[in-house]
């Protein structure tokens, strides 16, 4: 009987926890570059063909419960944690993923997130996708993943959320929140990446689909001022709450039409406030 794959995250290596993944699409490649020049024939000749610098990196998407975001959030968007609140940071850090392929067990080290979006959606367990851009990849043996326990709690969804706009509590079909780190790989004069660095800003946006009815048409033009918001998912006794500090929607919001309902459809930014409030504080109980 051949093992089932399994993920497995840490600040050190081996990984110390396990989380249930949906996808993982993290592999290191090498392109290849050729120059393509003229040479008397349309052939391209192979003997010219170089390897270029070597990229690490990839799609992971999660479900997860509010144990394992009490993993992930900290690492995708840089938040230092002190008591259940989560500050975003100037700096990020990295982490060693760890995935048993079953043939193969392969850990990738200098794992940085360069991307995260948050989607809640009817009828579906929340989706967590992230974008990993890495430094290097070392392949094991089989039987190689460490001892690791999945936590089953449950994840959250839809219908577990709570959003607050320009003082309003809203009902919304879905929602979206993308935290963008806009990481930059580094690669001089050497063929692999050499360190991997925040941008110099990161950009914050909230999405949101909502009822077009008298409660939400003060969310056509709204003033370019912006104001504070609330997103926040609650099972029981445990929650996720996102306080944001300003979200700027556009004059405008797009009117849509699904199954002949009328709806909203808002893209706005989030950002930081004069006073020095960070995009988003984070909340979390994740405690049964």
Not at 174 to 198: G, Y
Not at 220 to 239: E, I, K, P
Not at 245 to 266: D, I, S
Request: with cysteine; net charge negative.
């Amino acid at each position: 009987m051949t093992a089932m794959p399994k993920f497995g995250i840490s600040t050190s290596n081996p990984v110390d926890a396990a989380i249930e993944i949906l996808e993982f699409g993290i592999v290191s490649r090498k392109p290849h570059i050729h120059p393509d020049g003229m040479n008397g024939t349309r052939s391209q000749n192979a003997a010219r063909t170089i390897e270029g610098v070597q990229e690490v990196g990839g799609p992971l998407r999660f479900s997860p419960n509010l144990t394992e975001v009490a993993i992930l959030w900290p690492w995708a968007v840089g938040a230092t944690e002190s008591t259940g609140v989560y500050s975003l940071a100037e700096a990020m850090t990295s982490r060693y993923l760890t995935f048993d392929r079953d043939l193969k067990v392969d850990t990738y080290a200098g794992c940085y997130v360069n991307s995260l979006e948050i989607t809640a959606q009817r009828g579906q367990a929340w989706q967590w996708m992230i974008d990993v851009l890495g430094m290097t990849e070392t392949i094991g043996n089989t039987g190689t993943f460490p001892s690791l326990t999945i936590t089953e709690d449950n994840p959250l969804a839809l219908h577990h959320a709570t959003m607050t706009l320009f003082n309003t509590a809203r009902e919304f079909s879905e929602v979206t929140l993308r935290v963008n780190n806009r990481l930059d790989a580094q690669a001089f004069n050497t063929d692999a990446v050499t360190s991997i660095q925040p941008g110099d800003t990161r950009e914050i946006t909230l999405s949101a689909l909502l009822p077009y009815n008298s409660a939400n048409t003060d969310l056509r033009q709204c003033a370019v001022a912006g104001d504070d918001g609330v997103l926040a998912f609650t099972y029981g006794a445990r929650s996720f709450s996102l306080a944001l500090a300003n979200v700027q929607f556009p004059r405008g919001a797009v009117e849509v039409t699904v199954k002949g309902r009328k709806f909203l459809r808002l893209d706005g930014t989030v950002r930081a406030t004069a006073a020095g409030t960070k995009e988003i504080i984070a909340t979390l109980d994740n405690t049964p």
